[in-house]
């Protein structure tokens, strides 16, 4: 498929969904049907430096580097993570059976809730069966007719979608844009019948950059605003003991509740909220989606109480990811990246002309497994690949996937005919 394609997807799309289901899924379909064999790879071990991975073709596995996990920290594969898991299991069973209000309330999962509130400079926490679930409990639950969200244009899916789920007017800003800000507050903010929030992200997941916090904050004290921060790749990485990237920015104070998942730096599932008491404890009977969805399996929480403690015990674990992540860029820098990396994502603007499924394609034979994000995730003239980095990545890894990005930048067969 040629870039003159992909810039016509957006058009596709929305033709597309004016049609009846059976003719979006024969459109769908075709689409597919072009789709180099980089989506859904399956992974047949753990989620670590090295994986192994069925060969799309041969349907063999085969070793690849991987650059495409989360697992910031290796946490998903620490001793310690696994024994207090197996420990969790023993107790506690595989599942739960029921949603927090109910009887799904243990007291692992207090645990873990009071060491996130601690771990967040909070007075509370609650957890959720999903990130995507925080984001869509918190929109939900705080925002009524009469109050105003304005929020940042990059904000991640999840957010858009809570966007749906309440009646308050919302406005977006320009990515980072801290003067547009301003006046969006100057303009909507006095005017507004009940409360003004502003929400953003520490870390953007598709740039990679980190958002201008403690500007944002000073804003948000000045116009009487909530400041809601989305710190799922901050989260563990950035600021003192990896508290994130209100910690980084000196504004942790500034913020009146900061979100985040522990599919990422935990490496597990599931979100959580951090907040004053009296608002964590609103947000429990409010958030629709922690209301009515069963508790986090024990598993899950014994995964994030014990990732804390490494995190702990074990701080040098941030320090390699990050002197990783300082390599990484010295060695991809002259590729083009989207934005400046300051936390663990590195993203790779594609050359002109370049077929991003065929380079996809060529990365995955040279054994290197990495992202490749594509339209809609992005704008169709803005496709790029992301790396992700680990702490157990070795120089000898980042100059494997150097090498071969190099070649696949320099190869004829990668760009469109």
């Not at 070793?63 to 207090?84: D, E, K, W």
């Not at 509740?257 to 907040?275: E, N, P, R, Y």
């Not at 986090?296 to 320090?319: Q, S």
Request: proline letters at 4%; one cysteine or more.
């Amino acid at each position: 498929m040629t870039n003159t394609t992909f810039a016509n997807l957006k058009t596709m799309h929305l033709q597309t969904r004016r049609k009846k289901l059976p003719e979006r899924v024969d459109e769908f379909s075709r689409f597919m049907a072009v789709l180099q064999h980089t989506y859904r790879r399956t992974v047949c071990s753990a989620s670590e430096r090295e994986v192994e991975v069925v060969d799309p073709l041969t349907r063999l596995p085969r070793r690849m580097l991987m650059f495409a996990s989360n697992n910031y920290l290796g946490l998903a594969n620490h001793p310690y993570v696994i024994q207090q898991v197996k420990k969790a299991m023993d107790r506690y069973g595989a599942g739960i059976g029921g949603p927090p209000l109910l009887n799904g309330y243990i007291k692992l999962i207090e645990e873990t809730e009071e060491r996130v509130a601690a771990f967040k400079q909070q007075e509370s926490a609650i957890l959720f069966s999903s990130g995507f679930m925080t984001n869509l409990g918190i929109l939900g639950a705080l925002t009524e007719h009469g109050d105003t969200i304005i929020y940042d244009e990059l904000s991640h899916a999840s957010f858009y979608d809570g966007l749906m789920t309440t009646k308050a007017k919302s406005h977006a800003f320009r990515h980072n844009d801290v003067s547009h800000l301003s006046h969006l507050l100057e303009s909507y903010g006095a005017d507004t019948e009940g409360s003004v929030y502003v929400c953003v992200e520490g870390v953007y997941s598709m740039d990679g950059d980190m958002a201008p916090l403690g500007e944002i904050a000073a804003l948000c004290l000045q116009h009487g605003a909530a400041l809601i921060v989305d710190d799922a790749h901050g989260t563990g990485v950035l600021g003192e003991g990896g508290r994130g990237t209100a910690s980084q920015l000196n504004c942790e104070k500034e913020i009146a509740l900061s979100m985040g998942t522990f599919s990422k730096v935990f490496a597990t599932c599931g979100g959580f909220v951090a907040a004053s008491k009296p608002l964590a404890e609103y947000m429990r009977y409010y958030a629709r989606p922690y209301m009515f969805s069963a508790s986090i399996p024990p598993p899950v929480a014994a995964t994030v109480l014990a990732g804390l403690e490494v995190m702990e015990r074990e701080p040098w674990l941030r320090f390699e990811l990050l002197q990783n992540m300082a390599y990484a860029v010295g060695k991809l820098r002259h590729l083009g990246l989207y934005a400046e990396p300051q936390a663990a994502i590195l993203t790779l603007a594609i050359p002109a002309g370049m077929d991003i499924r065929k380079a996809a394609w060529l990365l995955h034979q040279k054994g290197i497994f990495v992202n490749s994000v594509e339209y809609p995730a992005v704008p169709a003239n803005k496709q790029r690949f992301r790396v992700s980095l680990m702490a157990t990545h070795t120089k000898e890894d980042i100059d494997g996937l150097a090498t071969a990005l190099d070649e696949v930048w320099n190869d004829p067969t990668a760009y469109a005919l």
